[in-house]
């Protein structure tokens, strides 16, 4: 389980070189979203949520396909189109149908809890798009998309929750009868889905884990010592990470039970109240563009301690561990933060604290741990996201890898929103030296960092 620290030093070289203009996957059509002949319903701001998280590289490689049900649309399968567009005014994008009643079934088949899947008036499915991504970050490309993906989730989870819904994450699918359901490309792979319910609807109280992101399922019963893979659908070096990881067998699965995550010893830091409460937050995404990603220094400017606990409490409007199972631990890095001590924090959301665990640590070092160490300096604050993969994987299979990026995904965005709302800019850095900066803050060497998110003022 190398795979973050080996794939990011791979990747780094080759993503900051200038690329020929044959290999920007960005500059080309993709064929499989094109749908000639289908039919198309325009769509406008108010009738869909938002599909504006920030991807890690501005490409956005992630697929959004929603099973409808019961609304002003036909039911069916639709693709969404974002570059969609009809000569009528204030359209946002195109819902393209794909399916009919067959393709439902098949879809809702794929997943543990059948009736749950069913009724579902919004069935969101997101996929990767990894030939977006493979030309930037190579065999690190599989997790990058998987945390874009998360990040989508969060988007729509939130702007969802804005509008009154009820949304659940569903996180145990067999993968293979979406992806033939779906009719996806051999480089495109089904990644997690949500079910939208009305907020009068009174199934949505019966869900598996009340909503509360408890539980995950693990592929771990189903497991093989060789596991053989399609070539022909999973031909590539970064597709067969998936194969490995698949659900393929819902009777084989073993759900789990979120684990309870234990703050190290350490001098506790209670945070302050945020400024706004959930239902305040909410109602102030309507107003907020995801802006584009820019790679740009840090001027140097502190943050306020109310801001900063903000930011962090506001983790938990959506659902802090969205795909179950709390695997992820929360570092928090502290350089420029009004009243808090410069130093390495573990966030215990239960506790609403921080809790530190080492002291302060030498700025220039840390903005050396990353490939471009003028874009990491003047940082406010740092979240570290990391993991034990031994732990997680003995508990949850293959399945895990997926469910933390995912997760990672989504803590991102949060964060972003927040920042947008605090007018800070935030940004998950990519390219980062593993283990240099694990030891630089005292990790433990049984975790692995899994992601980065930098907080400052551009």
Same mark, same amino acid.
């Given at each position: 389980m190398r795979f973050f620290s080996e794939n990011y030093h791979q990747s780094i070289c080759f993503a900051r070189k200038e690329k020929p203009a044959e290999v920007c996957w960005e500059t080309q059509k993709n064929? @499989?979203?094109?749908?000639?002949?289908?039919n198309r319903i325009d769509m406008h701001q108010d009738e869909i949520p938002a599909f504006g998280y920030v991807s890690g590289d501005n490409l956005k490689p992630v697929g959004v396909y929603v099973v409808v049900r019961? !609304?002003?649309?036909?039911?069916?399968?639709?693709?969404?189109?974002?570059?969609? !567009?009809?000569?009528?005014?204030?359209?946002?994008?195109?819902?393209?149908?794909? /399916?009919?009643?067959?393709?439902?079934?098949?879809?809702?088949?794929a997943f543990p809890d059948k009736d749950f899947a069913e009724e579902a008036p919004l069935l969101y499915i997101f996929t990767g798009l990894l030939e977006r991504a493979v030309w930037h970050y190579r065999e690190a490309a599989y997790a990058q998309?998987?945390?874009?993906? /998360?990040?989508?989730?969060?988007?729509?989870?939130?702007?969802?929750?804005?509008?009154?819904?009820?949304?659940?994450?569903?996180?145990?699918?067999?993968?293979?009868?979406?992806?033939?359901?779906?009719?996806?490309?051999?480089? *495109?792979?089904?990644?997690?889905?949500?079910?939208?319910?009305?907020e009068y609807s009174e199934l949505a109280f019966?869900?598996? @884990?009340?909503?509360?992101?408890?539980?995950?399922?693990?592929?771990?019963?189903?497991?093989?010592?060789?596991? /053989?893979?399609?070539?022909?659908?999973?031909?590539?070096?970064?597709?067969?990470?998936?194969?490995?990881?698949?659900?393929?067998?819902?009777?084989?699965?073993?759900?789990? !039970? !979120?684990l309870a995550a234990q703050a190290l010893p350490g001098e506790e830091f209670p945070l302050t109240p945020a400024k706004f409460d959930a239902p305040t937050y909410l109602s102030k995404l309507e107003d907020l563009v995801a802006p584009f990603k820019m790679f740009a220094p840090y001027r140097k400017v502190g943050i306020d301690l109310d801001d900063f606990s903000s930011m962090l409490r506001w983790l938990e409007v959506g659902q802090i561990n969205l795909f179950g199972a709390g695997l992820?631990?929360?570092?928090?890095?502290?350089?420029?933060?009004?009243?808090?001590?410069?130093?390495?924090?573990?966030?215990?959301?239960?506790?609403?604290?921080?809790?530190?665990?080492s002291g302060i640590l030498n700025v220039k070092k840390f903005a050396k741990c990353h490939v471009v160490p003028e874009e990491a300096e003047n940082t406010a604050f740092a979240l570290l996201l990391t993991a034990d993969l031994n732990e997680s994987c003995n508990l949850l299979g293959e399945r895990a890898y997926r469910y933390m990026n995912l997760n990672a995904g989504y803590l991102a965005e949060s964060m972003n929103i927040s920042g947008q709302m605090l007018r800070k800019t935030t940004r998950s850095?990519?390219?980062?030296?593993?283990?240099?900066?694990?030891?630089?803050?005292?990790?433990? *060497?049984t975790e692995s960092i899994i992601a980065e998110i930098l907080v400052g003022k551009a």
């Open positions: 064929p @499989d979203r094109r749908y000639k002949g289908c019961g !609304r002003h649309v036909p039911d069916g399968v639709y693709a969404y189109d974002a570059a969609g !567009r009809s000569k009528v005014p204030d359209v946002v994008g195109q819902l393209v149908r794909i /399916g009919g009643r067959d393709e439902m079934k098949k879809i809702v088949a998309v998987m945390q874009d993906a /998360g990040s989508c989730v969060a988007s729509v989870m939130l702007h969802s929750k804005s509008k009154g819904a009820k949304v659940f994450a569903l996180s145990g699918f067999v993968d293979d009868e979406i992806a033939v359901a779906l009719g996806l490309p051999s480089t *495109e792979i089904p990644l997690a889905a949500l079910a939208v319910f009305p019966d869900s598996v @884990d009340g909503g509360v992101g408890e539980t995950a399922y693990s592929n771990r019963g189903e497991m093989e010592p060789d596991i /053989g893979y399609d070539a022909s659908r999973y031909a590539a070096m970064f597709m067969r990470q998936n194969r490995v990881e698949n659900i393929t067998d819902l009777s084989k699965c073993i759900r789990i !039970r !979120r992820l631990k929360i570092w928090v890095i502290s350089f420029d933060i009004m009243f808090v001590f410069p130093g390495v924090y573990r966030y215990v959301p239960v506790r609403k604290s921080i809790y530190m665990q850095e990519r390219f980062f030296y593993h283990d240099e900066l694990r030891k630089l803050c005292d990790i433990p *060497e």
